[in-house]
């Protein structure tokens, strides 16, 4: 007597497969979210350490905080991120760098930046690193870039642990302002300066060294996370009021900012 092999029937191999996609489609979004969430805590730890280089390159320096741009000669300059990158504050640069977010859009034109290249005051950027990260304009901005050596101390910051010092950009510039006019006219034309690639959210490390993440609109209010309760830069456009010299948020930055970051 023979025996004939029986193989799968077409019923059977079809509730394989759909077994095998119910399975991948439980498992992906898994892994997708599991990878995103590495990513993200890839860029908060490098948040923290290019905050931690600027406190010790300030410590180095009797307590100053370093200037955004520093003139190497009478028409050339290079920002803080080179003299970092130089002093091995903070280490390596280019893809894979602490320099650079992992989650930050490539396709769309963004990705890391440098300012090589640029021109502000009549100088030219010569000295720069490409990175998704830039400082608190607030804090670290001047209008001239005529100044050597930094002056400015660190004591400004009267509340290090509620200051942004650090923020993630798809800009070259190496500082960031968020006032008000800015807000309005610069980053309202396009995707936005400010990071929003964390599920809607943004990375930033504060000048006590702790790093969050947290939406554009979170750090304008309740209370200003970028002026320290006080604008340590004076604002041309917008002078604040005397009864803003404590905490003072950012309201209307609803009907201000790009769309994405009301998404």
């Known amino acids: 007597m023979k025996c004939r092999a029986r193989g799968f029937t077409i019923v059977e191999l079809l509730v394989v497969i759909a077994v095998i996609g119910i399975v991948l489609s439980i498992l992906v979004p898994v892994l997708v979210r599991a990878r995103s969430a590495a990513q993200t805590g890839v860029s908060l730890s490098n948040a923290r350490q290019i905050a931690m280089g600027i406190v010790a390159e300030t410590a180095s320096n009797g307590g100053k905080l370093p200037e955004n741009r520093t003139l190497v000669s009478d028409t050339e300059y290079v920002t803080w991120r080179h003299r970092l990158a130089e002093s091995g504050l903070v280490a390596g640069s280019g893809r894979g760098s602490v320099w650079e977010s992992p989650r930050q859009p490539r396709g769309d034109g963004s990705g890391p930046k440098s300012e090589i290249g640029l021109s502000g005051g009549g100088k030219s950027c010569v000295g720069d690193v490409r990175s998704s990260f830039a400082?608190?304009?607030?804090?670290?901005?001047?209008?001239?870039?005529?100044?050597?050596?930094?002056?400015?101390?660190?004591?400004?910051?009267?509340?290090?642990?509620?200051?942004?010092?650090?923020?993630?950009?798809?800009?070259?510039?190496?500082?960031?302002?968020?006032?008000?006019?800015?807000?309005?006219?610069?980053?309202?034309?396009?995707?936005?300066?400010?990071?929003?690639?964390?599920?809607?959210?943004?990375?930033?490390a504060f000048q006590d060294g702790h790093v969050e993440r947290a939406r554009f609109l979170e750090t304008g209010s309740p209370d200003c996370r970028w002026h320290n309760g006080r604008d340590l830069t004076a604002d041309p456009f917008v002078p604040q009021r005397a009864d803003e010299v404590r905490g003072h948020d950012h309201p209307d930055w609803e009907f201000l900012v790009p769309s994405i970051y009301l998404d």
Do not use: C, M, Q
């Open 135 to 204: 400082v608190n304009g607030h804090v670290l901005w001047r209008g001239t870039i005529g100044e050597k050596e930094a002056v400015r101390a660190d004591t400004v910051i009267d509340r290090p642990a509620h200051t942004i010092l650090v923020a993630e950009t798809n800009r070259p510039f190496a500082d960031l302002r968020a006032s008000d006019p800015i807000v309005a006219n610069y980053y309202g034309d396009g995707p936005g300066a400010y990071s929003y690639w964390h599920d809607g959210d943004g990375v930033y």
